[in-house]
């Protein structure tokens, strides 16, 4: 792997430091370290991945566009965050599971104050899941449930029974994408990591709630009439986010935006 942005004096590769060098999660971690907050402060990163054509999802899972290194740049991320926020869609398609300690990063945590694993956060108006996944049953941290207060009052018993925690982020059926960054952040749960879909990352967008975008760029086509990385609702102005870092392995870029 190398790093084309920011330019360092190790950017380019050398015998010392040559291109195809695999980066430990040690230098994966401060590259995709979390910016300095204040106490009352938070962060929602997203993590997506996009083909050259723009497409998010391939026979409707992101895996098949995905490569080695991306995933190891999704285990870090993970290993970052407080809470992992991800739309009920996404949990169906993609077999969510809950989200587990990693024992490279236990020291890290640690002194960061947080827990052995990041809670799994997952949006949904009607509480369309099922209950009985390990994603419910057995996680390290209980998986939080965030809706509106009109949510169907049978499903919020059900996930209340199954163990997991509901959070009220909105006055309707549906959460609030402002709110739900607000509601997590109250509960200690700061740093923040979607991982969409494009329908829940569409609506962090257009809510301008995203601070991070760390997008990594596939060398592959795939025409069709796959989903983009956001959809939903349009923003009046687009948002311009700054480069923070861009790395490249195999053809694959991995890039993350922040907001100006």
């Known amino acids: 792997m190398r790093r084309l942005f920011p330019v360092t004096d190790q950017t380019s590769a050398s015998p010392q430091d040559p291109a195809d060098r695999e980066w430990s999660l040690d230098e994966l971690a401060e590259a995709y370290a979390y910016p300095a907050f204040g106490p009352d402060g938070h962060w929602l990163r997203a993590n997506m991945v996009s083909t050259l054509d723009g497409a998010a999802q391939h026979d409707g899972r992101s895996q098949p566009i995905s490569g080695e290194t991306d995933m190891r740049i999704f285990g870090t991320l993970r290993a970052l965050a407080d809470v992992v926020v991800v739309g009920a869609e996404t949990v169906r398609q993609e077999g969510y599971r809950p989200a587990r300690a990693r024992e490279d990063f236990s020291a890290r945590r640690a002194a960061a104050g947080q827990g052995p694993a990041p809670a799994i956060a997952v949006v949904t108006a009607s509480l369309d899941l099922d209950f009985s996944l390990p994603l419910f049953t057995s996680p390290l941290v209980p998986t939080l449930v965030v809706t509106g207060a009109a949510a169907p009052a049978g499903r919020v018993a059900e996930a209340l029974k199954a163990g997991a925690e509901v959070v009220v982020a909105g006055d ?53 009439d796959a989903q983009r990385i956001s959809g939903g609702p349009s923003v009046t102005v687009p948002h311009r986010l700054a480069p923070a870092c861009v790395l490249e392995e195999a053809g694959f870029l991995f890039t993350s935006y922040r907001r100006i």
């Open 172 to 224: 309707g059926a549906g959460a609030d994408p402002a709110r739900v960054v607000r509601e997590l952040a109250e509960r200690g749960l700061r740093r923040q990591l979607t991982e969409g879909g494009p329908r829940l990352l569409g609506q962090f967008v257009a809510a301008d709630a995203l601070d991070e975008l760390c997008l990594t760029i596939s060398p592959m086509l795939t025409a069709g």
